[in-house]
């Protein structure tokens, strides 16, 4: 199975950089997954990274270390609209997606 | 444009009632998911299928059971519904083989459930 850890909460102010950090343990890997959820809504796809490094998409980038079990999504140039939820997963060899709980942010202005 | 439907967004149940939740994507997805996502835990994986009339049980299975008919139908049932099964169900589809550029998994719009 998978154990994905990710904070719970996080603060940032309009404009700011923020960083989430997910850490994962898995029996195994085919892809890491970043989703933004807000209130009352589906989750909606960021990002996904399968090779190490760093994948760039205009305000949103995600990296992966492999052999870290690590990821992080960087949110730059914070709107208000940013905050959500930001969830964190990992699809394993059979294809299923396990989820972290879920990074709360908010941006304040 | 890509589309998974739920056909209940909000619904109140009594305990013991036999609840079905239906799911419906026009992809073609081979694979389906059904999770339910409760505060502070995410979303947590109850079934999901590969092909038609095939299932595998997710991370919290009890209580739950699914049927698919036909490829784009993923049915959630609840054989007798509990208060603790009280959440937000979420149904999603996917490729059965994603490739390494870009694939995701699509979600509906949920479905609330409340059991009294």
């Known amino acids: 199975g998978q154990n994905i850890d990710q904070p719970t909460e996080m603060t940032a102010t309009e404009g700011a950089i923020v960083q989430i950090n997910c850490t994962y343990q898995?029996?195994?890997?085919?892809?890491l997954f970043w989703y933004q959820q807000h209130a009352g809504e589906a989750p909606t796809f960021l990002s996904y990274n399968v090779l190490d490094g760093l994948e760039e998409k205009g305000r949103f980038s995600s990296f992966l270390s492999r052999s870290k079990g690590y990821s992080y999504l960087l949110l730059k140039e914070l709107q208000m609209k940013d905050s959500a939820s930001y969830l964190c997963a990992v699809r394993g060899w059979d294809y299923k997606l396990s989820f972290g709980a879920g990074t709360t942010v908010t941006v304040r202005a | 444009d890509v589309k998974v439907t739920q056909s209940s967004r909000y619904l109140v149940k009594r305990t013991g009632e036999k609840v079905f939740l239906e799911c419906v994507q026009d992809?073609?997805?081979?694979?389906m998911f059904w999770y339910r996502q409760d505060p502070g835990l995410g979303l947590r994986l109850i079934y999901f299928?590969?092909?038609?009339?095939?299932?595998e049980k997710g991370d919290i299975p009890e209580g739950y059971s699914v049927s698919r008919e036909k490829k784009e139908r993923f049915s959630l049932i609840l054989e007798s519904a509990s208060t603790n099964q009280t959440s937000m169900y979420l149904c999603?589809?996917?490729?059965?083989?994603?490739?390494?550029?870009?694939?995701?998994?699509?979600f509906g719009e949920g479905s609330w459930l409340t059991v009294v």
């Open positions: 992809m073609d997805h081979e694979n």
């Open positions: 999603a589809s996917s490729l059965l083989r994603p490739g390494l550029s870009g694939n995701t998994i699509y």
């Open positions: 299928s590969y092909d038609v009339k095939m299932k």
């Open positions: 898995t029996s195994g890997f085919n892809g």
